[in-house]
């Protein structure tokens, strides 16, 4: 069935580390309409599909848990995935990720065993499987990591993610803000650190305000570094996300840093958001990750 086009339905895999929150992301998948699984063994995943697509009472939309549970699953998975993305499925892989200290911490508020440690210590566990897990974390489409979510937050951003996206088959543009005092985003794809610009939080009348705001907005925007550093920026995403988009990648996830993620990069990201909007047909979405989190 290789070459066969593009076909109905549409995949999300969900997998990642024991308690990084995939039976959260699953119930966020189903509230968006997603035919939702978990657990299925891995190599009834083409006959699954199969069926979904001549099923018409199944979703075209489909979402499965899949991780470490099932012996054979990090075998096999990249040779299905890759059978499955030749045959015209959309198939993209949600990696869920968490710090060591609160996995440890999850487990022991469910009292739960860690699948690879049934009777030994989390933490063991957690570095098995990290290791394990290496190469899918590196194959997956989309990185999260949910160690600073509650259940809502994660549900939340899950929703903002998924439930606006009309075809799974387009590239998603995520323009992120951060402060680089808070760390760095784990699943950025290019960060661009726009310190060296003069920062409006030592300007009286701009320091309460944000990036959005239009006072900020133009002591950012009117500054000649600002004007050359965006029409190199612009030029290199002008070349790059068409590159992305041949090489199928599902996401785009494009950070910009300041010092407290509040003025400068804030007021980048809103930029850069017109200037895709206006000149390409790719879904772009925004957060602005620090914005609440200093004054």
Not at 10 to 19: A, E, F, N, P
Not at 171 to 177: A, E, N, P, R
Not at 253 to 261: H, N, Q, Y
Request: glycine residues 8%; aromatic residues 8%; charged residues 25%.
């Amino acid at each position: 069935m290789v070459g066969k086009g593009k076909r109905q339905v549409q995949t999300v895999i969900i997998t990642g580390l024991s308690g990084s929150g995939k039976s959260t992301a699953l119930k966020a998948f189903e509230d968006m309409g997603y035919f939702c699984v978990d657990n299925l063994p891995i190599v009834l995943l083409p006959e699954f599909l199969a069926i979904s697509e001549d099923n018409s009472s199944v979703s075209t939309r489909v979402a499965l848990v899949m991780d470490v549970r099932e012996r054979g699953f990090l075998d096999q998975y990249q040779s299905i995935f890759d059978q499955i993305k030749r045959e015209g499925f959309h198939l993209e892989v949600l990696f869920l990720d968490a710090r060591d200290e609160v996995i440890v911490r999850r487990f022991s508020q469910t009292r739960r065993c860690h699948p690879l440690q049934p009777r030994g210590d989390v933490l063991k566990g957690i570095e098995i499987e990290k290791r394990r897990m290496t190469g899918l974390r590196e194959y997956a489409d989309m990185l999260i990591d949910t160690s600073d979510f509650n259940v809502h937050q994660l549900r939340q951003n899950l929703i903002r993610l998924y439930s606006s996206r009309k075809c799974l088959d387009r590239l998603v543009i995520h323009l992120l803000s951060f402060g680089f005092k808070y760390g760095l985003p784990a699943d950025a794809n290019l960060v661009l650190d726009v310190r060296f610009l003069p920062n409006p939080y030592f300007v009286p009348d701009l320091h309460l305000l944000t990036g959005c705001h239009p006072k900020v907005k133009a002591y950012v925007m009117e500054k000649p570094d600002t004007i050359e550093f965006l029409e190199h920026t612009e030029g290199l995403l002008r070349f790059l996300i068409p590159r992305y988009k041949a090489e199928g990648k599902s996401y785009l996830v494009i950070a910009v840093g300041c010092t407290g993620g509040r003025h400068r990069s804030v007021a980048i990201v809103e930029h850069l958001r017109e200037t895709l909007v206006a000149g390409s047909d790719e879904e772009v979405i925004v957060t602005h990750r620090d914005l609440e989190l200093e004054g």
